[in-house]
């Protein structure tokens, strides 16, 4: 439960990309990717976050955001 203007950060030390291409050979964990911006802003939306930052590149992936 995120309390109203609450952040929330989601965070991986790999982009969407690279954590794609790393998971494809795996069985266990090739359907379990990273949101691309796109998807994020949608979900987020659907769970009333605002995205204040969106970083999705080598080495880092980043999503901050805030509840309505």
Same mark, same amino acid.
Do not use: Q, R, T
């Given at each position: 439960i995120l309390k109203p203007q609450g952040?929330? @950060? /989601?965070s991986h030390f790999i982009s969407s990309e690279g954590l794609k291409k790393h998971h494809e050979g795996h069985? @266990? /964990?090739m359907h379990d990717l990273l949101p691309d911006k796109d998807t994020m802003y949608s979900l987020?939306?659907? @769970?009333?976050?605002n995205i204040l930052l969106f970083?999705?590149?080598?080495?880092?992936?980043?999503v901050l955001a805030q509840k309505n």
């Open positions: 952040i929330i @950060a /989601v069985h @266990a /964990v987020f939306k659907m @769970a009333n976050l970083m999705d590149e080598p080495g880092f992936y980043c």
